[in-house]
């Protein structure tokens, strides 16, 4: 991978809610270029945008103005069927409370992006997902129940899942914010273990010790990118 | 490999049983509805139909002198007659174990009774048929009137002779018969070779006549009948003294079915659409729960049309399962329905199998239905962004507050608070409420108007009351002179006082030559006390009038030629002469009447005979009154007077009562089926708030809330929905009662008095209180159930 090619690019993205009398913005026109294999991490208090920064990348959100192109696609012109193919290929998504269907089991909700994707044969989706469940230790926790599964637990399954169509991009909403510091830091952990097989990953992230171990570290500040740090040599480089 | 998405539709059914079952519920219950109502409706009118064809109705029935079978076959030789078999009918008075006094009994007799090819009579299974000398087959419907058993013995009544013992043998079927629940008198099948044991001679006096159907009218079939007559009775010199034509395929509770029939079918109708908001709001709710795992679907590559499929997928198993269990419940109750009915109307069903249709329709019910009130809440939810779906927590609760409505029901002050909280969380969620409440308003409407025709029905026996202001009535086989009469009857204990009527057959000579032979003409004394006739238009009868003429609503309603003004000919007992029409009271359910003065009467028969006495009772007590009636009809035939019937006041009502008591049993049937709707509509809806509201009840537990304090809330919540639609549903009863009342008067041909009924009202407020908490104890035992952890979790 070229450090130099450019995965993912925002251009003026402007993103205004409409909360009732004053409409709200989010985002104040960013610009933004991730590399592939890049560790990003997004910080800022709480309300600064982050969360909407990390939205208008994967597609969960729309921007108001601006453009959005990741792996050449540009993501602000695609419409929701589209753009849910489209994220299924392209970008796995980790969130804060993990999000995992709860009536489906461990594997299960591994496998459901292939189902959705068409994604391999019915034979080699299961073998990949028990392969990804054993890159995050939880091939013998297969067949529970996301319920019966520990906070960390459902966390690596959600990663799991996150990378079930291999995608390029990894993009984590808070991924540690419901963990404590131990298995925080486990998950971290992972996601370093990608960033080492080439996925650039993009974390929206509260957390200042977490924040110090990215490449790149972008503050959020009322809607706009207000500082950006490169703590330490991005992996390759 | 099943696929993922299969696995989690299946896991999302079973995982959730108690919402499934409710959801099922809510189909199956629509899918029963339908197929109870109109599989019953389709299977009575086909089996109806069937046997009423089947049975060679007759076109005409003359009431003659006394004939033989000379002259039926003479009639078979007329143009234009197909089949004509004589018989003899009459009136006897019988007493048996179960009866405290004598009752009449219609006795039919034929010459061979195995070749009856007019009116045909099926014979039930038991007992034997024919029946010899001495025995008798009861129609099937005295059934209905009493505990009538094989073996069981009557002791029948004889002018000049002892009573005479007949035994039943048998029941056997005449769909033309009047059910002796609506006569108060039972009809039985003997052979001629009982008619002298009887006292009866062994000729005919009724002659039942079918003619060619081809382009058969009512006319058409009164001038064959008029020819017959006169060609071949009166060219005997055989009297013809009445002839009752009626309308060609027209059964004479045709009118009562049908208004069943149509009620059935507006209640099916009403019974799908109910289904149909039942399982909208149901699915509505469903997606809004599902939401958030919508937004994850389509996070991680899920088309909208996948995840379309997958909770299209899961309603179609829904509606699988509620076709499963509500098909073959609608066909047990289906039948226990069509046997109560036919019972009622007399109708013998031979088979109870719906239609196809039927069973097509109830399939579309479970099925379609359900689908098509998806379509539109599962695609708004697939097609909601992923960032709205996933900030969606199941509970609108940022919608609450920005109305006008919630700012004032948010303003109200003084309640105490989990009845604040209850009232606010009715409103929490106005789509849900808007179709709850809809379907509970429509079912309490239903329930209400009900109670407003059974209300209408009472007024309507209130008016004949005001009528009858006598208290028994007795009927003689042969007119007889009122003078003697009455002082015999007046020496009776319990008599306050008594008036004799002038009876006479009476036909109306028509326009077009044509005539009507149904009608009865009474003379009362023109100044009577035993009447109070409600005049609807012109006057009632004075002293000295001559030629004047009142005619009842029924009369008018048969003969529109009859109004007030009008100069007609009336045919009496074979006196012809002009009337003058001069008022029109309201009809007392005894069928076309026309009245006169009893002089005026008797000077156009040239007899003053009496054939009918109404009597006054010294007490109000209807047991008492019936003793003494039969006081007086055994003085009667110690003085030599042949009594042919004999009834209280009270037992009229009750007959009258029972023949409109049909339409309300009915509906009361299919109120009970379309408020069952309503209340799984309510628990449905509920249960889906608690499941909804499972966070905020964690909130509640985790601040002090006590599982009382939670089980208050919703049951509160539930009674709040429950009363505001029978609020709505009282204001939608007003006219939809209304139309239904009238809509019944109209089909039935009987003057309904509309009454709104506003004890029905009270009774339904009532019991939609207690449904609606009934209703909500499943759903608040579960919110009460919520732990702290469990609920603060949910997501």
């Known amino acids: 991978m070229s450090e130099t090619s450019s995965l993912l690019s925002l251009r003026g993205v402007v993103k205004v809610y409409d909360t009732g009398e004053v409409p709200f913005t989010a985002l104040r026109g960013i610009d933004l270029e991730v590399h592939t294999g890049e560790f990003v ?173 990215v490449r790149r570290a972008l503050h959020v500040s009322d809607g706009q990118i207000a500082e950006e740090r490169v703590l330490r040599p991005r992996h390759g480089a | ?26 189909i199956a219950i629509g899918v029963f509805a339908v197929g109870v109502i109109l599989g019953g409706r389709q299977v009575l009118v086909r089996e109806f139909d069937r046997e009423y064809a089947a049975s060679q109705p007759p076109n005409a029935v003359l009431y003659t002198a006394p004939f033989d079978e000379r002259i039926v076959r003479d009639v078979l030789e007329y143009p234009g007659v197909e089949a004509a078999l004589g018989r003899r009918s009459a009136e006897v008075r019988y007493s048996w174990r179960g009866s405290p006094g004598l009752r009449t009994l219609r006795v039919v007799a034929y010459e061979d009774l195995e070749s009856i090819s007019v009116q045909k009579v099926v014979p039930e299974q038991a007992g034997h048929w024919p029946p010899g000398r001495g025995e008798i087959v009861l129609e099937s419907s005295a059934k209905q009137t009493g505990d009538y058993r094989v073996g069981d013995v009557f002791t029948i009544a004889r002018e000049h002779d002892d009573p005479v013992g007949v035994k039943v043998v048998g029941f056997a079927h005449d769909v033309n018969a009047f059910p002796a629940q609506f006569s108060g008198a039972e009809t039985g099948f003997v052979s001629f070779a009982t008619l002298p044991d009887l006292g009866l001679p062994q000729t005919f006096d009724q002659l039942l006549v079918v003619f060619d159907q081809d382009g058969l009218t009512q006319r058409s079939a009164s001038r064959v009948a008029e020819g017959i007559a006169r060609d071949v009775f009166e060219a005997n010199g055989i009297a013809v003294y009445a002839t009752d034509v009626p309308k060609p395929g027209s059964h004479f509770l045709g009118d009562i079915f049908k208004a069943v029939s149509l009620l059935l079918l507006a209640l099916g109708i009403l019974a799908l659409a109910l289904s149909g908001f039942l399982v909208t709001n149901t699915v509505s709710a469903l997606m809004a729960q599902h939401i958030k795992q919508v937004g994850i679907m389509k996070a991680v590559g899920g088309h909208a049309s996948q995840v379309t499929a997958m909770y299209l997928g899961m309603v179609g198993v829904y509606g699988v399962m509620a076709v499963a269990i509500g098909l073959p419940a609608a066909t047990v109750t289906g039948k226990w329905f069509i046997g109560y009915a036919a019972d009622i109307l007399n109708i013998r069903v031979v088979s109870h199998a719906p239609p196809g249709w039927v069973t097509a329709l109830e399939i579309a019910v479970g099925l379609i239905v359900p689908l098509l009130a998806a379509v539109v809440p599962v695609h708004a939810g697939t097609r909601m962004s992923v960032a709205h779906a996933l900030s969606a927590a199941g509970v609108p609760t940022t919608e609450f507050g920005h109305g006008r409505f919630d700012r004032l029901l948010g303003g109200v002050r003084g309640l105490p608070r989990p009845v604040a909280l209850s009232l606010r969380n009715t409103f929490l969620r106005k789509g849900r409420l808007a179709l709850t409440l809809a379907t509970l308003t429509l079912a309490s409407a239903v329930v209400m108007s009900v109670f407003c025709v059974q209300s209408s029905i009472d007024r309507t026996i209130d008016d004949l009351d005001a009528w009858w202001r006598y208290d028994m009535e007795i009927r003689y086989e042969r007119p007889v002179d009122a003078q003697v009469l009455e002082r015999e009857i007046r020496a009776v204990d319990g008599v306050s006082d008594v008036e004799s009527w002038i009876t006479a057959p009476t036909s109306l000579a028509r326009a077009d030559g044509t005539r009507n032979e149904t009608l009865v003409t009474q003379g009362v004394p023109a100044d009577t006390t035993f009447v109070a006739p409600s005049v609807t238009s012109g006057r009632w009868l004075e002293p000295g009038d001559t030629d004047a003429v009142v005619v009842n609503t029924d009369a008018l309603k048969a003969e529109p030629d009859l109004g007030v003004g009008r100069r007609v000919t009336l045919a009496m007992l074979g006196r012809e002469r002009t009337w003058r029409v001069v008022g029109v009271v309201k009809g007392q359910m005894g069928g076309p009447a026309l009245f006169t003065t009893r002089d005026a009467l008797a000077t156009c028969l040239g007899d003053a005979a009496v054939s009918r006495s109404v009597v006054k009772s010294t007490t109000s007590d209807a047991q008492e009154q019936q003793q003494t009636l039969e006081r007086i009809e055994r003085r009667l035939e110690e003085a030599g007077y042949a009594v042919a019937e004999t009834h209280t006041v009270a037992d009229l009502r009750d007959q009258v009562a029972s023949q409109l008591g049909i339409l309300v049993s009915f509906l009361v049937i299919m109120a009970a089926l379309l408020a069952s709707v309503g209340v799984i509509g309510l628990t449905g809806a509920m249960s889906i708030n608690v499941i909804e509201s499972t966070r905020e009840i964690g909130v509640m537990r985790a601040i002090g809330a006590t599982h009382d304090s939670i089980y208050r809330i919703f049951t509160t919540e539930g009674l709040v929905v429950g009363l505001m639609s029978w609020a709505l549903g009282a204001v939608v009863a007003y006219p939809l009662s209304y139309y239904l009342t009238a809509g019944l008067s109209q089909t039935i041909g009987v003057p309904l008095t509309y009454r709104f009924s506003w004890s029905g009202v009270g009774l339904w407020c009532a019991a939609i209180g207690v449904i609606s908490i009934v209703a909500s104890l499943a759903p608040a035992f579960r919110a009460s159930q919520v732990s702290v952890r469990d609920a603060i979790a949910y997501e």
């Open chain 2, 1 to 26: 490999m099943r696929s993922v998405r299969v696995t989690k539709v299946l896991r999302d059914l079973s995982s959730h049983w108690f919402r499934t079952l409710l959801v099922v519920l809510s």
């Open chain 1, 41 to 213: 991490g997004i910080i800022g208090k709480s309300g600064s945008g982050k969360t909407t920064l990390i939205n208008m990348i994967t597609g969960i959100d729309h921007p108001t103005s601006g453009e959005i192109v990741v792996a050449g696609t540009r993501v602000h012109a695609l419409s929701e069927n589209e753009l849910a193919r489209w994220r299924g290929r392209t970008i796995g998504v980790v969130f804060q409370f993990f999000q995992l269907l709860p009536t489906l089991t461990v594997l299960e909700n591994v496998l459901l992006p292939m189902d959705f994707c068409h994604m391999w044969t019915p034979r080699e989706r299961t073998a990949r997902a028990m392969y990804l469940l054993e890159q995050v230790e939880l091939a013998d926790q297969a067949d529970k129940l996301p319920a019966a599964l520990s906070g960390g637990q459902q966390q690596r399954a959600a990663i799991a899942r996150a990378l079930a169509n291999d995608p390029p991009i990894l993009a984590a909403d808070e991924p540690t914010g419901n963990l404590d510091s131990k298995t925080a830091e486990a998950v971290f952990g992972l996601f370093e273990g990608l960033v080492q097989q080439h996925k650039t990953i993009i974390m929206v992230t509260h957390d200042n010790d977490l924040a110090q171990r």
